[in-house]
């Protein structure tokens, strides 16, 4: 069965700093892999996702996640932290059995500081 | 713009009051899901239809029922609230069935039960 482990429920970040988060995945097919943010109130927008073509996937609002099959991790990465981004982060795996469902991440929680 | 619309935003209902929440889609996508998400948690699948075919997650509670009358609306019915199922409650939508298809979330519908 498929599993996402985010590591670290809360990153804190200084404005224009690097953006680091984490998450691993297990599962017994190649993955597709998504990552989704949330901010306070609202529902769940994607940023980007993994679908076997190119290992570095570019996605909305500066971010950009690489798929490295041998740490079988997607972490996602934004060189310059702006205040808007400070969100709630969630990692996603498809389930490969029923082919529909998501299975997420515990999420991390994403605070700027200016 | 095409998106998925929830109503109402909040819901408050009484232990025990029946409440139906709605979701609706211009994205004209064959798959509708329910999730539930509790306070500082991930999504929790609750059922999805495929067009008219309903699937019912397996721990889904039988508390919780489903309406799919059209292509475009999707209804959540609670039949008997209990404290438990305060949550937010986001319907999501997806082209198709299959692992590689991202999904699109509403904002969400927060429900309170008092």
Known sequence: AQSVTQLGSHVSVSEGALVLLRCNY??????????????PNQGLQLLLKYTSAATLVKGINGFEAEFKKSETSFHLTKPSAHMSDAAEYFCAVSDDQAGTAL???????LSVSS | DAMVIQNPRYQVTQFGKPVTLSCSQTLNHNVMYWYQQKSSQAPKLLFHYYDKDFNNE???????????????????????????????????????????YEQYFGPGTRLTVT
Not at chain 2, 82 to 88: E, F, H, V
């Open chain 2, 58 to 100: 397996a721990d889904t509670p039988d508390n919780f029922q489903s309406r799919r009358p059209n292509t475009s609306f999707c209804f959540l019915d609670i039949r008997s609230p209990g404290l438990g199922d305060a949550a937010m409650y986001l319907c999501a939508t997806s082209r198709a069935s299959g692992r590689r």
């Open chain 1, 103 to 109: 299975i997420f991440g515990k999420g991390t929680t």
């Open chain 1, 26 to 39: 297990s599962s017994s097919v190649p993955p597709y892999l998504f990552w989704y943010v949330q901010y």
